[in-house]
């Protein structure tokens, strides 16, 4: 087996190699004047098994390009099987046509992927709101990993939580804080509502069931993006009075004045995972890759 890393995720395809104990292939890869992309893959991969790595993130269109080139190259050179590795999988917002005429990315971007030769995609966190079954969606074996786990295994060992309450900011991300709670040994977890404050009548955003007030929370997200969503749940945990609130999530896309909003709002840190490489990336999902890797090999 052998890794190809794409030029967005070089540091996580050499962990990856690393945490597998496999080559590693060192993409050569310029830009030409006019914004082509070239590449070449300097190495033999007649009849191997290649994982290539890129996330899609900050850039999407380029590193989608570049991983088409890759991936049909390395077909072209005789790879036995390509595993894609997408930890950040760009487009997957736009699974429907929710207004006449637009196009569904979703569905065009995996038409794609798979047309160039990807036998298998490994991703993280997939935003799938409406499209459920992902055996349904594809063509080819999908494996979509969580990096929740990962996330709340970090709270454990670099934050003294007691009785930590999980958080999630919308309905979507209940299922992400249910897993999280899991992980933490059980904890509880909810997410957060408009409500009415029974005392005053005015309208809040709340917890629906449980309080805060005293309690070490983490608040968990597939992606921060703007991060308004996440400094928004920040915000409203504090002024219900939580004790201690870190915020989490897999994909730490972080535009613009994110993190310190969200910093700004409340939270006494914020983490990510290594999905994009990031300022907050302390987690790394290479471990989590590798294993799925080699159980998909057994
Ligand atoms: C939305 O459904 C997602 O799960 C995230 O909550 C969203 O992408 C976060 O976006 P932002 O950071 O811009 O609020």
């Keep these: 087996m052998l890794i190809v890393g794409g030029s967005n995720s070089q540091v996580l395809s050499h962990e990856l190699s690393k945490e597998l104990g496999v080559k590693e292939i060192l993409l050569d890869y310029k830009k ?3 914004g082509e992309t070239y590449v070449r893959i300097p190495a033999e991969v007649n009849s191997e098994t290649v994982a290539v790595v890129q996330s899609m993130a900050h850039n999407p269109d380029e590193y989608l390009m570049e991983y088409f080139l890759l991936v049909r190259t390395l077909r072209d050179l005789g790879a036995k099987k390509i595993v894609g ?3 950040y999988f760009a487009y997957a917002r ?30 993280f966190d997939l935003h799938l709101h409406r ?43 209940e299922k992400w804080a249910k897993v999280a709670a899991k992980a933490l040994g059980g904890a509880s977890f909810d997410v957060l509502a408009k409500k009415r404050d029974v005392r005053t ?17 983490l608040i968990v997200d597939d992606i921060i993006s703007t991060g308004g969503t996440m400094a928004t749940a920040v915000k409203m945990t504090k002024v219900q009075g939580a004790k201690r609130i ?34 907050v990336s302390v987690v790394s999902i290479a471990p989590i890759i590798a294993k799925a890797i080699s159980d998909s090999l057994e």
């Design 131 to 173: 499209e459920g079954n992902l055996d349904e969606l594809f063509n080819i074996p999908v494996v979509n990993l969580t990096a929740m786990e990962a996330l709340a295994g970090y709270i454990v060992t670099h934050f003294k939580y007691e009785t930590p309450i999980v958080i999630a900011p919308d309905e979507e991300a």
């Design 201 to 217: 009548g005015e309208i809040e955003i709340a917890p629906k069931n449980l309080t805060v007030e005293g309690k070490d929370v």
């Design 32 to 34: 030409f004047p006019d």
């Design 85 to 87: 590795v997408i930890p």
């Design 94 to 123: 736009q699974d429907a046509r929710f207004r006449p005429g637009e196009a569904i990315s979703l569905h065009i971007v995996r038409d794609l992927l798979e047309q160039v030769g990807t036998d298998m995609l490994i991703t």
């Design 246 to 279: 870190v915020a989490a999530c897999t994909h730490p896309l972080l535009i613009g004045g994110a993190y310190t909003n969200i910093l700004r709002a409340g939270a006494d840190a914020l983490i990510g995972t290594n999905s994009i490489e990031s300022p």
